[in-house]
């Protein structure tokens, strides 16, 4: 079974520009969650879909952060415009339900913001 | 809100050594407590999970157990190996407040030598 599937692994962006990141769960996981990790820090979440609709977003600074899952399988998280504190790993999670247990997590993608 | 705290690492101990990680929880109602592990440069994997008082998790040596009583969820081993060198999340999912997001602890990095 392939697992979580994230792109890209790095990037480096100057403040003030606009970055996204993909995320492709494990077939057949109606629940996807990101996660930002600062470094030294434990990962927090900033927005959890059931299929293609949101349930949690209330950790999401939506003046400049937005996600979408269009046809309830891939998902997107974008930022617009980049501050240099948005300098962490997103992390991108699945699970089959919303049932609290485990989650599968992605690789993650490196940002980092001058 | 709900919180997870961790001992303060690092941690360094030598092949064949007891481990322990503590961790203490605060939530509203009963939470499933988890164990994450993150190798250098993978993904977080779930390590062990307990979904009630008195549950003992246990995985690749690794032993956990639920303490209602202490809001407790430490994390041992007997005889750790170099190879259990990573960074450790104790993590909750209280279901009744926050649905199944996961809240995170800091993370310990455990490095053993040889």
């Known amino acids: 079974e392939a697992g979580v599937a994230q792109s890209p692994r790095y990037k480096i962006i100057e403040k003030r520009q606009s970055v996204a990141f993909w995320c492709n769960p494990i077939?057949?996981?109606?629940?996807l969650y990101w996660y930002q990790q600062i470094l030294g820090q434990g990962p927090k979440l900033l927005i959890q879909f059931q299929n293609n609709g949101v349930v949690d977003d209330s950790q999401l600074p939506k003046d400049r952060f937005s996600a979408e899952r269009l046809k309830g399988v891939d998902s997107t998280l974008k930022i617009q415009p980049a501050k240099l504190e948005d300098s962490a790993v997103y992390l991108c999670?699945?699970?089959?339900?919303?049932?609290?247990?485990?989650?599968?997590f992605g690789p993650g993608t490196r940002l980092t913001v001058t | 809100g709900d919180s997870v705290t961790q001992m303060e690492g690092p941690v360094t101990l030598s092949e064949e050594a007891f481990l322990t990680i503590n961790c203490t929880y605060t939530?509203?109602?009963?939470?499933?407590l988890f164990w994450y592990v993150q190798y250098p440069g993978e993904g977080l994997q779930l390590l062990l999970k307990?979904?009630?008082?008195?549950d003992k998790g246990s995985n690749k040596g690794f032993e956990a157990t639920y303490r209602k009583e202490t809001t407790s969820f430490h994390l041992e081993k007997g005889s750790v190996q170099v190879s259990d060198s990573a960074v450790y999340f104790c993590a909750l999912s209280a279901r009744e407040t926050s649905g199944s997001r996961l809240t995170f602890g800091e993370g310990t990095q455990l490095t053993v030598n040889p």
């Open positions: 999670a699945s699970s089959p339900s919303l049932g609290g247990g485990e989650q599968y």
């Open positions: 939530a509203t109602g009963y939470p499933s």
């Open positions: 077939s057949g996981h109606a629940t």
């Open positions: 307990a979904t009630k008082a008195d």
